[in-house]
């Protein structure tokens, strides 16, 4: 699958292209009501294969390089399924860093903001046209309702947290808080430590 | 379903029952410990009993497919699956073996992964290991001599979760002789969002056992040249993701309809209010189709008497209950006055692609005076639309995913939730539908309500052309017509009454319109069993009154324009009305019964061939049958076949003992209560 990605004043927008393995998602083009500030190409490559993982087979085009290690987390994250991401250069690269734990919510699992974390509440581009923010909480909305995978709630859970991946940085995150990160293969937190991102559950 | 599984089927035709045998061990050893069924679906092997002895003693199950001679991998594949009960649905070829527990591992991964379809790269065997080598191989020596093949096509097993199948309605049944469907599934699974996964595992193989090349045989052979050329061209050039959606021989039973068609039943105040506007449905081409009334009751579905009819909760709160409760792979929402043109979900289910794309098609509105007069709505009038979301399909799990991003459970905010989520429309330009206004104040109303629905969808930023396209100028005329032909139509009915032949001619005797046909049946020594009321020309009130007739049974109906390419139905239709409601008494699978149907000049030989086919074995039942109207006399001697597959045997037989002057015909077709009726027995 090949990502390309534009971000404006208003907006963050990817999107993707099929290719030979691939299955065609239910949107092609994944739009986000803000403009994400602070990406790295890792960052980013490792929110798009969380976001659109149901769909990919085969080789990955991202629209920056990115290092060896995020390659090779990535080709793990996706197990028995072969990939081949790219493209890859090696090199120093940075690690976005933060200090904040974000619990990401959505309108169907909304709860109070706990003391000391920043509620991300992840919402739909359908009922929110941008982005709003509070000191607690900030709410961002997205067509992710649009790309759910059929009937895999672990699937939804992991493209969550691919677009909290995304924001953490500009929310000065390190720590993505979800309540069924028991529930997740390994292989999401080790993508996730790539990119200097932790993972905790509720 | 079951609880097996996995099914897994061979598609068969005079490949060597020991390659068969060998393929079916070899599948059991592989699936081992996973309970599982192999299904050889023999597609006309010149010696079906050695098929199925072989079949059979290697422990599998034989479905078996008469045919002309031509060879369809595609609808083997399909007639095999359509006695499938497993949850991973596979298919294979006679040719191959696979490693122990290769095909679990297979079963396995898509329980983790359902949404895949998994392959496996098939390994080609040399020529010099033989048979003995594969009575117990040594996979270690296999896998060192084997050559693997390239990732192209299916590799010789592709492996999906069963609903994945029936979503795509299975292989394409157009497609015959050799080569191509395979490849077109792939790109349809594709399309479906299915990825393709080539599952490559050390201890997951499967081997090709070597044979002189099919392909090669083909091309020698103009005929085969052509139709492999065909299938290319069909596989290039269609871009559709579900297919055989206006006929599927080979349906599995539980194979979702194609389209649901949603209609609100608040909006009328009863059956009859909404009769016409249904009717139009009811009469649509492509019959696999599900009309979801929503909010209605027992009383809509008695009014409409056709197994398509569903109800659906009310729209408490919204339309995500209602699309929750549908079946079909895609939906359409229906709006008050709307009127479809027979052809209309046919046309658009033709128009679709991938999922995340939705078909919408122009509609005009036609406003009736009270005088019945109809009359376009000019164009520069209606720069806008009543309700532009019933003018769409839209693949129904992006209908469930745009609701769950909603403002609301409106269908206003269904349509724009998929529009600003990112869901391409594209709008077919030709005559979808008509809006009928019956009162100018009501028009008025329609048009405020839709500049507030288009405001929304603009401000959204959808693709304004779409909107734009709404309305064609040339389409205003032609549409006028058709409303007016709607409400004109005149109706036929094939109409099954049990209450005896007068009954049936007075319960129609109230009609003020159209032509009646009734034929009686008897059980051939005078005793009336039921009546067939075959009417044509009805209007449609004489419709209604004819679908609340109690106790019968509606068996097909059509319109003049959905019967334009069919047929005219002949005078055998009575016979296979009997054969379908002797099918629901007398045999435990109505959808499969299989007949052999004598039919007697006169009385003479009746007797004999009722008391031979009565000590002949394979029959399930045996009947006599009078079928007698005002022009004909059928004198009929049916028996039900036990095994399908025995049919031509059994036809045989009976032609050996019916006198001459008698014709005996093996009939096997779908008892259907619904249109679908009367268009197979047209397109027969």
């Known amino acids: ?202 | 379903m079951t609880d097996l599984d996995a099914s897994v089927v061979i598609g068969f035709k005079d490949w060597g029952t020991d390659r068969l045998a060998r393929c079916v061990s070899s599948i059991h050893a592989s699936l081992s410990g996973h309970p599982h069924e192999v299904i050889v679906s023999d597609y006309g092997s010149e010696n079906a009993e050695a098929v199925r002895a072989a079949a059979e003693a290697a422990g599998a199950t034989v479905i078996r497919t008469e045919t002309d001679g031509t060879w369809s991998s595609g609808r083997a594949q399909n007639a095999g699956f359509a006695h499938a009960t497993g949850r991973v649905f596979m298919n294979t070829d006679a040719d191959m073996i696979f490693t122990p527990h290769a095909l679990a591992r297979v079963v396995e991964r898509l329980s983790e992964a359902p949404s895949e379809a998994i392959i496996l790269q098939s390994r080609d065997l040399p020529y010099s290991v033989t048979e003995q080598d594969l009575l117990d191989p040594d996979w270690q020596d296999l896998a060192t001599v084997a050559t693997v093949r390239p990732r192209w096509g299916c590799g010789g097993l592709v492996a999906t979760h069963r609903d994945t199948y029936l979503k795509l309605r299975g292989y394409d049944e157009r497609m015959h002789t050799y080569g191509g469907e395979d490849i077109d599934y792939l790109k349809r699974l594709r399309r479906s969002g299915a990825t393709i996964h080539w599952l490559d595992e050390p201890s997951v193989r499967m081997y090709h056992v070597w044979h002189p090349s099919t392909s090669a045989a083909a091309a020698q052979d103009p005929a085969a040249t052509a139709a492999i050329k065909r299938n290319r061209e069909l596989h290039t050039n269609d871009n559709t993701t579900v297919r055989n959606v206006v006929r599927w021989t080979h349906r599995h039973p539980e194979a979702p309809p194609v389209v649901s068609v949603m209609v609100n039943c608040e909006e009328y105040t009863d059956p009859s209010d909404g009769a016409v506007e249904i009717s139009t449905l009811l009469g649509q081409t492509l019959t696999d189709i599900e009309i979801v009334l929503v909010g209605g009751d027992s009383s809509w579905q008695r009014f409409f008497n056709d197994p398509r009819v569903a109800v659906a909760p009310r729209l408490d709160d919204g339309w995500v209950a209602a699309i929750k409760h549908s079946r079909g792979t895609f939906i359409t929402l229906h709006a008050r006055r709307q009127l479809h043109v027979s052809n209309r979900l046919e046309r658009l289910v033709n128009l679709t692609s991938t999922s995340g794309r939705a078909i919408a098609d122009s509609t005009a509105m036609v406003t009736r005076s009270s005088s019945g007069v109809f009359s376009p709505v000019a164009a520069s009038i209606l720069n806008t639309f009543p309700n532009p979301w019933s003018s769409v399909l839209i693949p129904r799990q992006n209908a469930l995913d745009g609701l769950s991003g909603a403002q609301s459970g409106s269908p206003e905010d269904l349509l724009y939730a998929i529009l600003r989520g990112g869901v391409f429309i594209t709008a077919e330009e030709a005559l979808g539908s008509v809006f009928t206004a019956p009162a100018e104040i009501e028009l008025q109303q329609d048009l405020a309500k839709s500049a507030d629905s288009r405001r929304r969808l603009e401000w959204g930023g959808s693709d304004k052309s779409w909107l734009d396209n709404f309305q064609i100028a040339g389409h205003l005329e032609p549409a006028t017509k058709l409303a007016a032909e709607t409400y004109d139509e005149q109706y036929d009915f094939i109409l099954v009454t049990p209450s005896g032949h007068d009954l049936a001619v007075e319960a129609t005797s109230k009609l003020s319109s159209g032509l009646m046909r009734s034929t009686l049946v008897t059980d051939g020594e005078g005793t009336e069993l039921f009546s067939i009321v075959r009417h044509s020309g009805l209007s449609f009130a004489d419709v209604s009154l004819m679908r609340s007739t109690r106790e019968s049974t509606v068996l097909g109906e059509a319109t003049a324009r959905s019967r334009t390419s069919m047929a005219t139905v002949d005078d055998s239709t009575e016979i296979d009305v009997v054969m379908d409601e002797c099918s629901r008494i007398y045999t435990s699978d109505p959808t499969a019964a299989t007949w052999i149907v004598v039919s007697f000049a006169n009385d003479s030989g009746i007797a004999g061939v009722f008391h031979g086919l009565e000590r002949m074995s394979g029959l399930t039942c045996v009947l006599r049958r009078d079928v007698i109207d005002e022009f004909s006399h059928h004198r009929l001697v049916m028996a039900a076949l036990e095994n399908k597959s025995d049919g031509i045997s059994a036809l045989n037989r009976v032609r050996a003992i019916a006198p001459a002057g008698a014709s005996v015909e093996l009939r096997c077709r779908p008892a259907v209560i619904s249109l679908s009726q009367l268009t197979k027995v047209d397109a027969r």
């Open chain 1, 1 to 202: 699958m090949k990502f390309t990605m534009a971000v404006d004043r208003v907006r963050t927008v990817f999107h993707c292209t099929g290719e030979e393995f691939d299955g065609v998602p239910p949107i092609q083009r994944f739009d986000v009501g803000a403009p994400v500030k602070s990406m790295t190409p890792d960052r980013t490559a490792v929110a798009l294969a969380m976001l659109f993982h149901p769909w990919i087979a085969g080789t990955i085009v991202f629209p920056e390089a990115i290092s060896p290690l995020v390659a090779n987390r990535i080709t793990q994250f996706f197990g028995a399924r072969t990939t081949l991401p790219s493209p890859v250069r090696g090199g120093d690269w940075p690690i976005l860093r933060g200090a904040r734990r974000i619990r990401i919510t959505t309108p169907e699992t909304e709860s109070p903001s706990r003391m000391k974390e920043h509620l991300l509440s992840l919402t739909s581009l359908a009922r929110q046209e941008s982005f709003a923010s509070a000191p607690d909480r900030t709410a961002i909305p997205s067509s992710l309702y649009l790309l759910r995978p059929p009937a895999l709630e672990n699937a939804h859970q992991i493209q969550l947290l691919g677009l909290g991946a995304l924001l953490a940085a500009d929310l000065q995150g390190r720590i993505l808080v979800t309540d069924r990160a028991h529930a997740l293969p390994p292989e999401v937190s080790l993508l996730l430590d790539s990119v200097g991102l932790g993972l905790a559950g509720a």
